[in-house]
């Protein structure tokens, strides 16, 4: 009987699976710079299509062990997911980026705090180019937040941590700005990058 109890107390034990679970900001750190880049441009201006990786979590050298109790992790969420909402996504925020540098080159839109655009002044624009700007900052915050959102729901991410992803895009917009563009700090002040 005791050599009963003590598998079935051996068995539940090894059982046993702790799980953890963590906002993967890393990965939505990378996911970011890749976005930021394939979208708005690399060093040169230019966007860039990314390769993709291999999302094996083996390579040629590692080996398998198995174990009777083990602990597992929550997978690390993969940002990198391309359903068909973030690709649409993607792709409008890349058309329009072209249309939207020549304001901010001229300084006329910046990049704010949250990492959204934001009409600075109207200087040197006419009244058609105003009604344009306008548009284009409109449809790039909005694409902006949808990409938050579906990145999230792609990702299991709670929808409470969408400021979080929202706060690390933010980020990337900023460092990944051309030197010149507008970037406003955050007690609300602009500066030049």
């Known amino acids: 009987m005791l050599k009963r109890v003590t598998f079935v107390v051996a068995f539940f034990l090894s059982a046993c699976v702790t799980v953890n679970i963590y906002f993967p900001a890393a990965a939505v750190e990378r996911a970011a710079d890749e976005i930021v880049k394939e979208t708005w441009g690399g060093p040169n201006g230019a966007p860039q299509k990314l390769q993709p990786q291999s999302l094996l979590p083996l ?21 990198n997911v391309s359903n068909p909402a973030i690709r ?32 600075r002044g109207t200087d040197g624009v006419n009244l058609k180019e105003r009604a344009e700007v306008q548009q284009l900052v409109e449809a ?8 938050y959102l579906e990145i999230a729901k792609a990702n ?11 706060r ?25 990058k």
Not at 100 to 107: A, F, L, Q, T
Not at 140 to 147: Q, V
Not at 156 to 166: A, D
Request: aromatic share 8%; hydrophobic share 35%.
């Open 156 to 166: 299991s991410i709670p929808r409470e941590s969408v400021p979080k992803i929202k």
């Open 88 to 119: 649409g996504l993607k792709e409008s925020i890349r058309r329009r980026s072209e249309a939207i540098k020549p304001y901010m080159d001229k300084g006329n839109v910046g990049i704010n705090q949250d990492g959204l655009l934001s009409i």
């Open 140 to 147: 790039e915050n909005r694409d902006r937040e949808a990409l």
């Open 59 to 79: 390579t040629p050298d590692s080996t398998l062990s198995f174990s009777l109790i083990t602990q597992a992790f929550a997978q690390e969420a993969d940002i």
């Open 168 to 192: 690390i895009f933010a980020k990337s917009w900023m460092d990944q700005a051309k030197p010149g563009w507008w970037i406003q700090d955050g007690q609300g002040g602009w500066k030049k």
